[in-house]
């Protein structure tokens, strides 16, 4: 069955305020956590990932946080525009296997 | 080359018939994943390659899907006697080595069978 899952298929955010995703995983054997973004029409693209010994990451408006203590991942999205209306999808690489498994996607919606 | 490149874009086909899916990936990438998505859904791994050899097929949903390498390069997702479930979106995506954590996706072949 699936390793990861996300909490909520879709998500709405006024423009300009802060987005969270969040998603729970089950194998306490992933090495890495990615988020992916998928815009409509194209393939996911990459956004960030976490290592599974790290519990913060930050990119470019993008903060990834990890803890493993309940299993649970988030994807924090600063100041939200409408360019980051999206699916995104949580996915992890779990130690030893080059596969990556995803779960089902969250829908951001940006309300201008 | 600069990105992942799939080929056809898109594919309407008959219920029964064989298609081929073709899949360059990024040049120096040794490791090549394939991947279908349904409408909606999320992404469902099928098989992966490193070099010209899939140590991990067991995506594959039937003896009627097959893919091959050659060359530690193009791959080519064949789907025989296609039916209307296999309509999806075939992505391809590929990485270097031990980097499975970032791989790189094309745009995907949209399969249609009616």
């Known amino acids: 069955g699936e390793s990861v899952g996300l909490h909520l298929p879709t998500l709405s955010v006024q423009e300009g305020d802060n987005s969270i995703i969040n998603c729970a995983y089950s194998?306490?054997?992933?090495?890495?956590f990615i988020w992916y973004k998928q815009e409509s029409g194209k393939g996911p693209q990459f956004i960030i990932d976490?290592?599974?010994?790290?519990d913060k990451r930050q990119g470019q408006r993008v903060t990834v946080l990890l803890n493993k203590t309940v299993k649970h991942l988030s994807l924090q999205i600063a100041a939200t525009q409408p360019g980051d209306s999206a699916v995104y999808f949580c996915?992890?690489?779990?130690?030893?296997?080059?596969?990556?498994?995803f779960g089902t996607g969250t829908k951001l919606q940006v309300i201008p | 080359g600069a990105g992942v490149s799939q080929s056809p874009s898109n594919k309407v086909t008959e219920k029964g018939k064989d298609v081929e899916l073709r899949c360059d990936p990024i040049?120096?990438?040794?490791?090549l994943y394939w991947y279908r998505q349904s409408l909606g859904q999320g992404l469902e791994f099928l098989i992966y390659f490193q070099g010209n050899s899939a140590p991990d097929k067991s995506g594959l949903p039937s003896d009627r899907f097959s893919a091959e390498r050659t060359g530690g390069s193009v791959s080519t997702l064949t789907i025989q006697r296609t039916q209307q479930e296999d309509s999806a979106v075939y992505l391809c995506?590929?990485?270097?080595?031990?980097?499975?954590?970032?791989?790189?996706f094309g745009e995907g072949s949209w399969l249609t069978v009616v």
């Open positions: 040049s120096g990438h040794t490791a």
């Open positions: 996915a992890e690489n779990r130690r030893g296997y080059q596969k990556v498994t």
């Open positions: 194998n306490s054997a992933s090495d890495y």
């Open positions: 976490i290592r599974s010994n790290m």
């Open positions: 995506a590929s990485s270097l080595a031990n980097s499975g954590n970032t791989i790189y």
